[in-house]
T-cell receptor, first 113, second 111 residues
Framework: NAGVTQTPKFQVLKTGQSMTLQCAQD?????MYWYRQDPGMGLRLIYY???????DKGEVPNGYNVSRLNKREFSLRLESAAPSQTSVYFC????????????FGDGTRLSIL | GQSLEQPSEVTAVEGAIVQINCTYQ??????LSWYQQHDGGAPTFLSY????GLEETGRFSSFLSRSDSYGYLLLQELQMKDSASYFC????????????FGDGTTLTVKP
């Protein structure tokens, strides 16, 4: 039972390059999320998808785009990477109801030079 | 918007009891969750309170007072493996699936 799978686990980019982070869940969850976590900080929501076919901005959406490809997959794209986007990115999924927890992937550690 | 406050660091000795507090300000509230994150790892769910009172799960308990916009996580019989960061998170009223996280409390358990 894989849960939430993120790829890649590590990536180094140069400023201006583009990249897509992949996320897939096998728990039949309706809702999926992308967070970033900077050192010593909490999780900040970038985008979320409450259900297949819908996406909404979170707290820090600038510089990112998302695609909810199907119920299983939710990708995050950086069109033109900037050093300020150096962070650990976590994908999560949940059943969507308020009492259902979020299940997190292992994260993608992204460095932008 | 939402804002959550929790202490940045807490230190305790093995076998002791520690309480991590969380106060929140929110325009919509469905419940308060707690997550644990070990260094370099992913957050994992610990507990959820939607109603006032205490929820107990083994050595961990979580409390909520909606009237005070306050909750806490209580860890008993501390073990070295409990050294980690603990985050409170508020489920928002506008979207029941969406949460806002606090900045986390780093718990250090000493022998």
């Amino acid at each position: 039972n894989a849960g939430v799978t993120q790829t890649p686990k590590f990536q180094v980019l140069k400023t201006g390059q583009s990249m897509t982070l992949q996320c897939a869940q096998d728990m039949n969850h309706n809702s999926m999320y992308w967070y970033r976590q900077d050192p010593g900080m909490g999780l900040r929501l970038i985008y979320y998808s409450a259900s297949e076919g819908t996406t909404d901005k979170g707290e820090v959406p600038n510089g990112y785009n998302v695609s909810r490809l199907n119920k299983r997959e939710f990708s995050l794209r950086l069109e033109s990477a900037a050093p300020s986007q150096t962070s650990v990115y976590f994908c999560a999924s949940s059943g969507g109801r308020s009492n259902q927890p979020q299940h997190f992937g292992d994260g993608t550690r992204l460095s932008i030079l | 918007g939402q804002s959550l406050e929790q202490p940045s660091e807490v230190t305790a000795v093995e076998g002791a009891i520690v309480q991590i507090n969380c106060t929140y300000q929110t325009s919509g509230f469905y419940g308060l969750s707690w997550y644990q994150q070990h260094d370099g790892g992913a957050p994992t769910f610990l507990s959820y309170n939607a109603l006032d009172g205490l929820e107990e799960t083994g050595r961990f308990s979580s409390f909520l007072s909606r009237s005070d916009s306050y909750g806490y996580l209580l860890l008993q019989e501390l073990q070295m493996k409990d050294s980690a960061s603990y985050f409170c998170a508020v489920r928002e009223g506008t979207n029941a699936g969406k949460s806002t996280f606090g900045d986390g409390t780093t718990l250090t358990v000493k022998p």
